[in-house]
């Protein structure tokens, strides 16, 4: 006979022997004497505790009880029973785990099956269509349980799910079934375990329970267990700092890396640093010891996160270098048992040369500084050893007798007697001839034509300090305008590119002028609007493209060009032309929209139509207008 774990040598002895001649079952699976020997250990358990524990009361009730027999009685109640817990299910003592009734569902530890007592009553029938459900974290699987009415009644069954599971888990519990007699019906009751850390993997009892009110006590209670699978996830964040500096005074940098198993087991990771150069050494800091060649393990619980230190070494740094070597790294973490699930971060570090530049500009200034400084010393010095010359007595200048001064007025706009005709004696003026004038102090030649000499008239001869004449003022010619493109032909009497005007070259006031009146503008605004967008100047080219005087879009160009006949955007007639004809345009467009100002038609010549437009449709108004906007119709409007 064999002794069961829970039984003392003396026990086995009096539990009676199986009878060998009873028929067995031939087929029995090795599942269902596994669960019969759990029930029946279970049963053969608590009836036996329960037994010792009467025979304790009634000894203390009749003073008999010592603690020697308690401690005997003690010792009677299988050693894996003693420290377990009696807690009510459904109306039944279930003896527990002490350890099992502790803490939320999901973070207690796995239990056999076993331990739920069965219930089966022959009214209220359940039957599970699987003892054992797995679910992975974040899915959801069906429990599928058959319930019979095997009564003479129609009743309405309510099914639910209790023991080691979070009620939140499932759908809405319970699940009620109406049946009739002899009627059954399959339930299924969705669970679903959420991804979180506290969820661990293992093995949890459950207990599917089946009543209905028609039929009062009567239960039916099923034992399940619960298999929550692995589920392995982890995150790794970035170094902090994630840049990091070295040089030849601190040649080394620590940074932190934070990495969390946020699975649900524990999990050993492996941790690997490098860089593409290979060009530095990396130490992981692990229990204060330092785990070199760049690798490191750490094992993590589920829920559990932890700093790892990181210690980056550059193997030599730059002597002399503009700006400082930076050397990208990547850490990277993963699971041992799952190597293709990784994690990858970056960092960099900066190697800082022992001369950079800072240390190069400020040697410079100090070099521009000391030869500056050396420059002025030695200039110093050259003044200081340098004999001054005696000074020159100058010799006394001498005084010239002044000299009368004689000027002559020559009248060039009278016209000169003709060759041979006698001198007029009324005005008293003699002729002189080209040639006949000598420079101050020369000798003067011979007359030309016989030897004459020069005749000068009185009224063109002043005496010594008396003082000139005033000029006759004579209008200086008005300057005129041509357009750019007249350099060569314009100039030479043609007209500008689409003019009318016979006159060939035109001033900018006359332009305007008889551009306006083609089109009915007031020419001065025009010519403000010229002065506002190019100051005049026929060759302008914006920023955005705009060409020449009226500084016109090429698209505006290209559409108003050939109805007037301009072909070149910088010659200021055909560009004033292109430009009167859009204003025109815009002004005949906003009028029949109820905005006949100028300043629409300006805003639009700046803003452009669609922009207006939409605007004006939104509800704008002059006020509401962009400030820059209503100042350039100003401004136009303030010049004309």
Known sequence: MHTLPWESPEESHRRPAPDDSAPQPENRSASAEDTHAADHATDHATDHADDHAGDRVDDRADGTGTAAEEGVAQARIPAPLRN???VEIEGEATVLDAGMGEGPAAERQPAPRSLIREQIDPLVVAVLKQRRIEIAPGEMENLAVEVINNGDRAARFEVTVEGWIDERWCGELPVHVPLQPGARQVVEIAIRIPREAKH?????????????????????????????????????????????????????????????????????????????????????????????GGRGQVTLAAGQSVEIALEVRPHQMPLLRASPQTVPFRVTARPVANPSLRRSVGGEIACLPLVGPWHLATAAALAVVALVGSGLVGLLLLLALRTPPAPAIPAPAATAAPVPLVAFVLKMDDPLPAPGAAPDAASGAARVRPGDVT????????????????????????????????????????????????VSGEAA????????????????????????????????????????????????????????????????????????AATDPFDSYSNTLVGAVYLDYLRSLLSARGYPGQEWMLVAYNWGPDHLLAFLEAGGSWESLAAERRQYALDILQIA
């Open 493 to 564: 009497g043609s007209s500008p590119t689409g003019s009318s005007s016979a006159g060939g070259t035109m001033t900018y006031a006359q332009m305007f002028r008889e551009v306006a009146l083609r089109y009915d503008l007031d020419w001065r605004m025009l010519a403000a609007t010229a002065y506002i967008e190019s100051g005049f100047d026929s060759l302008a080219l914006g920023n955005h493209g705009d060409l020449g005087l009226m500084q016109i879009q090429p698209a505006t160009w290209q559409e108003w060009a050939p109805a007037v």
């Open 439 to 486: 420079a101050p102090g020369s000798a003067g030649t011979a007359g030309r034509g016989g030897g004459e000499p020069p005749v000068v008239r009185a009224d063109q001869v002043t005496a010594p300090g008396q003082e000139l004449p005033p000029a006759a003022q004579t209008p200086l010619p008005q300057p005129v305008f041509a357009p750019a493109g007249a």
């Open 200 to 292: 661990q993997a293992g093995d949890y009892p459950l207990a599917v329970v089946a009543r209905a009110a028609r039929y009062p006590g009567r239960v039916t209670r099923l034992a399940a267990t619960l298999a929550i699978l692995p589920h392995v996830a982890f995150t790794l964040a970035a170094p902090e700092p994630r840049q990091l500096s070295a040089g030849w005074f601190r040649p080394a940098a620590v940074a932190l890396i934070r990495l969390a198993n946020v699975g649900n087991q524990t999990t050993s990771f492996q941790l690997h640093a490098q860089d593409r150069r290979h060009v530095c050494d990396y130490r992981f800091w692990l229990d204060e010891l330092g785990d070199s």
């Open 84 to 86: 377990w817990q009696v």
